[in-house]
């Protein structure tokens, strides 16, 4: 997925990424360097494509909270993901 | 401009979904809420037309107590129709985002179109006072019902409800 042009569904990116905002994730970055802490990523979860922000990072295991840390379904609940699960970084949030 | 410009090719663009998940999935959604909701609008709608503000000229005395009992009656009255036409919002909301899923859409291609014209609706019978809007808000709020119950694989049906507004709800056999 070099890069996507994704619907946000949902409110647990609130106030960074609200419903219904579009942004463009793209795979390059992860090209050149690892994910990192504070990166809004999109990854795979159960078919679905999911966006949280990586909170912290246990040997190359990423713990992902929603921005709207009261009304999120994060690694809270589904635990750590794998590096393989991820498929690119929100590099453009197009607030509108 | 440019910004303007970009902003359009980006709404016309196609894109794909991701999930920015709220909440625990508990599994409970239901469109009761959203029906309650809608009956309520439609009564307080209907309450706000039948106001009197003016007593008979013979009880000159009393007559500013009933202007300040009917201004006094509208504003708690538009605040339960704000607040419900809110309620409506927000379940929704919650149905469309948190319940209806891609195959529901697909299976009911016109589902997401009812539930635009719901919030559209709701938005509209919160500024006006407007029997059409309120009365077309329910029944597309009992469209979405009738969907959701179907997407349960449970026979919906529509039955006079017990409320002062007359009108139907959905339920299910």
């Given amino acids: 997925m070099l890069f996507s042009l994704l619907g946000i569904k949902g409110h647990s990116m609130e106030p960074t990424i609200k419903n219904g905002q579009k942004v463009i994730i793209s795979s390059i970055p992860y090209l050149f360097y690892k994910p990192k802490q504070n990166d809004i990523i999109a990854f795979r979860k159960n078919a679905n494509i999911l966006i949280k922000r990586i909170n912290k990072i246990e040997n190359d295991k990423y713990f992902v909270l929603g921005d709207n840390e009261d009304d999120s379904l994060d690694s809270r609940k589904f635990g750590l993901i794998d590096r393989k ?12 | ?19 920015a998940h709220c909440d625990i999935p508990c599994g409970i959604y239901d469109p009761h809420l959203a029906q309650l909701g809608a009956h309520t609008v439609l009564r307080m709608t209907q309450m706000l037309g039948e106001i009197k503000r003016e007593n008979p000229p013979s009880h000159k005395a009393s007559a500013g107590q009933s202007e300040i009992k009917a201004e006094h009656d509208v504003a708690r009255m538009t605040h339960v129709k704000e607040e419900h036409g809110s309620l409506i919002e ?12 891609d195959e529901h859409f697909k299976q009911y291609p016109q589902l997401r179109e009812i539930i635009a014209d719901a919030v559209k609706l709701s938005a509209k019978t919160r500024q006006t006072i407007d029997m059409a809007s309120a009365e077309e808000l329910l029944e597309k709020v009992l469209q979405i019902s009738e969907i959701f119950y179907k997407t349960k694989n449970l026979e919906p049906m529509r039955v006079k409800s017990p409320y002062p507004t007359e009108r139907e709800i959905v339920v299910y056999k």
Avoid: C, Q, R
Avoid at chain 2, 90 to 101: I, M, Q, S, V
């Fill in chain 1, 85 to 96: 699960e991820i498929v690119g970084k929100i590099i453009l949030n197009f607030k509108f």
């Fill in chain 2, 1 to 19: 401009m440019i910004k303007t410009i970009s902003n359009l090719i980006v709404k016309m663009m196609p894109y794909k979904i991701a999930y």
């Fill in chain 2, 90 to 101: 927000d379940e929704l909301g919650t149905l469309e985002n948190d319940y209806f899923k």
